[in-house]
């Protein structure tokens, strides 16, 4: 079954504003993770949050977490054309072989 | 990039022939995945492996079987495929497994008609 959640399902913006994706999981977790795939093309890994971990960022990416909410955010600043894609955010879990879980995606467009 | 191949990157079958897909991987990773994406349901994971010849099933694994003779290779069969079996497979690879990234290949889309 999925284990997260993603909101909103498709998120439309120009470029240099900032995006926020959201994801809500059910059950415990090791890390949270989320990836960008292009129109296409494979997943791409974007960044990991531990469970002991509120916060990270990347260049201009910025992801948060609470366990206690279950829930995730993930926040593109300065959005770019080149940041069209959709996101998912994956959590991992020691079952299944260290398998990650999927949500349906946020669909991402950026236009110029 | 990682270095995972799969092949064929497209394939169009019919209906009750058997279907191999091979994942190929250059990183030594222990981990492997095979996942399906559909509209509408994400990523679903059919089976994966920790090791050669250890692998176990996933959410969706009914109508596929895998193998994993060598450390490179995680071969994926259709047994005899089904038009629900349409879909984009990919195979993800991963050194740790815990608090690890994947890599992902670029995917084969099936066609079963």
């Known amino acids: 079954s999925q284990q997260g959640e993603e909101d909103p399902q498709a998120l439309s913006i120009q470029e240099g504003e900032n995006a926020t994706m959201n994801c809500s999981y059910k059950t415990s977790i090791n890390n949270l993770q989320w990836y960008r795939q292009n129109s296409g093309r494979g997943l791409v890994h974007l960044i990991l949050i531990r469970s002991n971990e509120r916060e990270k960022h990347s260049g201009r990416l910025r992801v948060t977490l609470d366990t206690s909410k279950k829930s995730s955010s993930l926040l593109i600043t300065a959005s770019r054309a080149a940041d069209t894609a959709s996101y998912f955010c994956a959590t991992g879990h020691s079952n299944s072989g260290y398998a990650l879980n999927f949500g349906k995606g946020t669909s991402l467009l950026v236009t110029p | ?113």
């Open chain 2, 1 to 113: 990039d990682a270095g995972i191949t799969q092949s064929p990157r497209h394939k169009v079958t019919e209906t009750g022939t058997p279907v191999t897909l091979r994942c190929h991987q250059t990183e030594n990773h222990r981990y492997m995945y095979w996942y399906r994406q559909d509209p509408g349901h994400g990523l679903r994971l059919i089976h994966y492996s920790y090791g050669v010849k250890d692998t176990d099933k996933g959410e969706v694994s009914d109508g596929y079987s895998v193998s994993r003779s060598k450390t490179e290779d995680f071969l994926l069969t259709l047994e005899s495929a089904t038009s629900s079996q349409t879909s984009v497979y990919f195979c993800a690879i991963s050194a740790k497994g815990e608090n690890t990234e994947a890599f992902f290949g670029q995917g084969t889309r099936l066609t079963v008609v």
